[in-house]
């Protein structure tokens, strides 16, 4: 408490009633916590509730829409044409996913049950994996050969819907 006498302001809070400390205080942030959700800490200030508002920071890889998390997963065109089993991150650890042969790119692969748990209901959200393959670059003389063999056997056209 401040003491100052009727001429002179207290030095310690210049007369303002307040003095600034700092103090730390542990909270514990729920898990499935949005994004500028509230919280209050109750008691924590001299018997007063401490309010908060949550900021969560991005994640490098994850996104998050509402208790679905999102990832984009990079394949080597091999792995997309010939499927193949790969670890995936979560948000909880790695996991083992299926790749089915003649995955496009772009395609939208579900891990149910692997986002985050809505506080209220309990229900828990997916991961949606969004494949994106990855050409190869700085081909050889060989591959580049079989590529072209490749080519001259497969004579599609993925643009032909466009002039008819």
């Given at each position: 408490?401040?003491?100052?006498?009727?001429?002179?302001?207290?030095?310690?809070?210049?007369?303002?009633?307040?003095?600034?400390?700092k103090k730390t205080v542990d909270v514990s942030i729920p898990?499935?916590?949005?994004?500028?959700?509230?919280?209050?800490?109750?008691?924590?200030?001299?018997?007063?509730?401490?309010?908060?508002?949550?900021?969560?920071?991005?994640?490098?890889?994850?996104?998050?829409?509402?208790?679905?998390?999102?990832?984009?997963?990079?394949?080597?065109?091999?792995?997309?044409?010939?499927?193949?089993?790969?670890?995936?991150?979560?948000?909880?650890?790695?996991?083992?996913?299926?790749?089915?042969?003649?995955?496009?790119?772009?395609?939208?692969?579900?891990?149910?049950?692997?986002?985050?748990?809505?506080?209220?209901?309990?229900?828990?959200?997916?991961?949606?994996?969004?494949?994106?393959?990855?050409?190869?670059?700085?081909?050889?003389?060989?591959?580049?050969?079989?590529?072209?063999?490749?080519?001259?056997?497969?004579?599609?056209?993925?643009?032909?819907?466009?002039?008819?």
């Amino acid at each position: 408490m401040c003491i100052r006498d009727r001429n002179q302001n207290c030095t310690t809070c210049n007369g303002r009633g307040l003095v600034r400390r700092k103090k730390t205080v542990d909270v514990s942030i729920p898990s499935g916590i949005q994004d500028g959700s509230k919280l209050r800490v109750p008691g924590v200030l001299n018997g007063r509730d401490l309010y908060l508002v949550v900021k969560i920071q991005p994640h490098p890889f994850f996104r998050r829409e509402k208790h679905d998390i999102h990832l984009d997963l990079p394949l080597t065109l091999y792995e997309a044409l010939l499927g193949t089993e790969i670890e995936v991150p979560t948000v909880n650890g790695k996991v083992k996913m299926k790749i089915p042969p003649e995955t496009q790119n772009g395609m939208t692969l579900r891990l149910r049950g692997l986002g985050i748990k809505d506080r209220k209901t309990g229900s828990v959200g997916d991961q949606l994996v969004k494949i994106r393959v990855v050409l190869p670059t700085r081909l050889d003389e060989k591959e580049r050969k079989l590529f072209q063999d490749l080519s001259s056997i497969r004579k599609e056209n993925p643009r032909s819907h466009l002039f008819t």
